[in-house]
C-alpha cells in the first residue's frame, strides 16, 4: 500500500511563509518524481513543483518560480515545499503526489496521491 501524507498547512498573512511536508510510505521511490498540485475552489488541479530523487532535479510553475522551493530527504523519503512571500492566490489545498513517469508537470502522470493539506493566505 502506498501512502503520502502532506502536513505543514495553516493560515498566513499574504507575504508570509510556509513550510510543506510529504511523508511516503510503503515502497522505495528511489525511482520516482516526486511532485507539489494545488486545487483551488472551482479550479482544476495545477503543478507547482517537482523533484527527481536521484539527481535532485527541479522544476516549477512560472506562477511559483522564485518563491517556492521543493527539497527531498531519501533517507526519510519526505518531500519538503517551503514557500515564501505568499499571496492570496497561493490559497488552495495543496498535495503531494508520486510518479514513475519521470519529470512531468502533468497531473495525469501521477500514481499516488496524498489527502491534501489546506493552505490559506489572507491580504
Known amino acids: 500500500q502506498v501512502q503520502l501524507v502532506e502536513s505543514g498547512g495553516g493560515l498566513v498573512q499574504a507575504g508570509g511563509s510556509l513550510r510543506l511536508s510529504c511523508a511516503a510510505s510503503g515502497r522505495t521511490f528511489s525511482s520516482h518524481v516526486m511532485g507539489w498540485f494545488r486545487q483551488a475552489p472551482g479550479n482544476d488541479r495545477e503543478f507547482v513543483a517537482a523533484?527527481?530523487?536521484?539527481?535532485?532535479?527541479?522544476y516549477y510553475a512560472d506562477s511559483v518560480k522564485g518563491r517556492f522551493t521543493i527539497s527531498r530527504d531519501n533517507v526519510k523519503n519526505t518531500v519538503s515545499l517551503q514557500m515564501i512571500s505568499l499571496k492570496p492566490d497561493d490559497t488552495a489545498v495543496y498535495y503531494c503526489a508520486a510518479t514513475r513517469f519521470g519529470m512531468t508537470y502533468d497531473v495525469r502522470d501521477y500514481d499516488y496521491w496524498g489527502q491534501g493539506t489546506q493552505v490559506t493566505v489572507s491580504s
Open positions: 523533484i527527481s530523487w536521484g539527481r535532485g532535479n527541479v
